[in-house]
């Protein structure tokens, strides 16, 4: 695969969020809900298409169980859980998935980017935290694209693109909304197996969305390229 860029999801491809966004999806959840919520019905709400973004995930979950609320009132009780007080919230239990030497080695031979639907504050500080923001030469994020036009629409894809000033890239995510974007934005849909997923058929889903290549976790990125 020849391509000028690499861009990256950041939730389950290149940060561990299972004790994170998913823990505070799971929380909010259960404060509307009233009832106990398991990861594997996040996971099946994510592969529904559609709900790439956490608050509309938490939202759909919600839905299911009968329940309703505002959607500021998920925002706001979501925010409570992952943000907490000046980033002291679940975020803190973010881990990097790619190792330091991989980053490196891609850094130095592609442009690198982040499309992600998280608010670049949230981006800025665990790039930060990790000491990663200087490999990254675009960032588009929640803010960066017109609303109702993330995943899977391709305007963020695009956007980065043509940031980065190139053609051909390849997008590694772990959501079929991932691939979808990839697919309609004409680039190369890589797909990366979600970090601790437990089912079974997720390479299946991921294909079937479009995927050209999948991996069991980014740091097999440069097995692409060998």
């Not at 009968?66 to 975020?91: C, M, P, Q, R, S």
């Not at 490999?135 to 694209?145: I, K, M």
């Not at 995943?151 to 956007?159: M, S, V, Y």
Request: some cysteine; overall charge negative.
């Amino acid at each position: 695969m020849k391509v000028e860029a690499l861009l990256f999801n950041l939730n389950g491809v290149l940060v561990d969020v299972s004790q994170s966004t998913r823990y505070a999806i799971k929380k909010t959840a259960e404060f509307f809900t009233g009832d106990e919520i398991q990861n594997v019905e996040i996971q099946q709400v994510k592969n529904r298409g559609g709900y790439n973004n956490d608050l509309d995930c938490t939202h759909a979950i919600i839905s299911d169980h009968g329940k309703d609320a505002y959607h500021w009132e998920i925002v706001d009780k979501f925010e409570e859980f992952y943000l907490g007080k000046n980033f002291d919230g679940f975020i803190r239990n973010e881990t990097i998935l790619i190792k330091p030497e991989v980053l490196s080695s891609l850094f130095h031979r592609f442009k690198l980017g982040i499309v992600t639907e998280r608010p670049k504050s949230e981006v800025d500080f665990v790039l930060s935290r990790f000491e990663a923001e200087n490999y990254f030469d675009v960032l588009v994020a929640q803010e960066d694209t017109p609303p109702g036009r993330g995943k899977p629409e391709p305007d963020g894809i695009l956007l980065a693109m043509q940031k980065l000033g190139v053609k051909t890239a390849a997008y590694l995510g772990n959501t079929i909304d991932d691939m979808r974007a990839a697919t309609a934005a004409k680039i190369v849909p890589v797909g990366i197996l979600p970090f601790g997923e437990t089912e079974k058929n997720q390479a299946d889903l991921l294909r079937a969305a479009g995927a050209k290549f999948i991996l069991n976790d980014v740091n097999e990125a440069m097995t692409l390229f060998d």
